[in-house]
């Protein structure tokens, strides 16, 4: 950092104005890689890149341009490496720590972190670091610390996080009553089923049947007077425990149906090569 930077306490007051973009930052740069913030995800799988441990709601897929931009943010090499700077810290940081840190220009630093802040990867808050306080102390500091946001891009769609939540409640459930866990698997999937429908009540059966389905990844087609579902969001569990997961998705779009008054069509299990295992017809 070039002497003389700092005119005030480092951090603080002069220092905190917004940056200008810098010339010669990319930043709309083409995501070309799966992006995992523990840098470890299998580069053959579907492109998944989860960068927050927080569970989330039951899969929605309705976000997933925000989480694709927020993603794509991160292949410009800078960004990236202070992304990964800021998410390893217990406390947050300033621009000042990320600049000496990483040996970038502050102005570079201000830039990137509040793109960051922007995407929602990270969150901004206000703190004094020279541990003073009164009149002279200074304006507080602008801190960043890795949001609690979870953000994640699956293409093809999956929903791994509502399977994990429905078979690990059943399991609960299962040894707590006593009850066979492919039961409680399969009651609890139902129930989930009708409360996501429920969500939707006062709009047309039909287009919410069809607007549910897309959001959470299905793909849904509609074909004569049935649909098709062209998407399995729950893949790689039903290749390796078909039996299991098809039962507990049939059920899970029964009580879809069931939560929108039964709209003229039945859910069945009819397995074909890349699609779901369910189909639903009159």
Same mark, same amino acid.
């Given at each position: ?27 709309? %740069? $083409? =995501?070309? !890689? &799966? #992006? /995992? @913030?523990?840098?470890?995800? +299998?580069? *053959? %799988? $579907? =492109?998944? !890149? &989860? #960068? /927050? @441990?927080?569970?989330?709601? +039951?899969? *929605? ?222």
């Amino acid at each position: 950092m070039a002497p003389g930077l700092h005119s005030t306490p480092r951090g603080e007051s002069a220092g905190e104005t917004d940056a200008a973009d810098p010339a010669g930052v990319p930043v709309n %740069a $083409p =995501l070309d !890689a &799966s #992006l /995992d @913030a523990s840098r470890d995800a +299998p580069l *053959d %799988a $579907p =492109l998944n !890149a &989860s #960068l /927050d @441990a927080q569970a989330g709601a +039951p899969a *929605d897929f309705s976000s997933v341009p925000a989480d694709v931009s927020a993603v794509a943010s991160l292949n410009e090499p800078t960004r990236l490496r202070i992304y990964d700077y800021v998410r390893v810290r217990a406390e947050p940081v300033s621009r000042d720590d990320v600049a000496d840190a990483l040996g970038v220009p502050r102005q570079t630093a201000a830039f990137h972190l509040d793109r960051l802040a922007e995407g929602g990867l990270l969150v901004i808050s206000f703190g004094r670091r020279s541990g003073r306080s009164g009149p002279g102390a200074g304006r507080p500091a602008k801190l960043y610390q890795r949001s609690t946001r979870q953000v994640s891009v699956s293409l093809p769609p999956r929903g791994y996080d509502l399977a994990g939540r429905l078979l690990a409640g059943a399991f609960v459930e299962a040894e707590q009553s006593g009850e066979a866990p492919r039961d409680v698997l399969g009651r609890r999937a139902r129930a989930l089923g009708r409360t996501l429908a429920g969500e939707l009540s006062g709009q047309d059966p039909t287009s919410s049947l069809m607007s549910l389905l897309e959001s959470h990844g299905y793909e849904p087609q509609t074909e004569g007077a049935g649909i098709a579902l062209h998407n399995c969001p729950f893949h790689a569990l039903a290749q390796e425990h078909a039996e299991l997961t098809c039962g507990m998705n049939l059920h899970l779009l029964e009580g879809v149906l069931e939560g929108l008054g039964n709209p003229g069509l039945q859910a069945f299990l009819d397995p074909q090569p890349s699609r779901c295992c369910v189909r639903m017809r009159p």
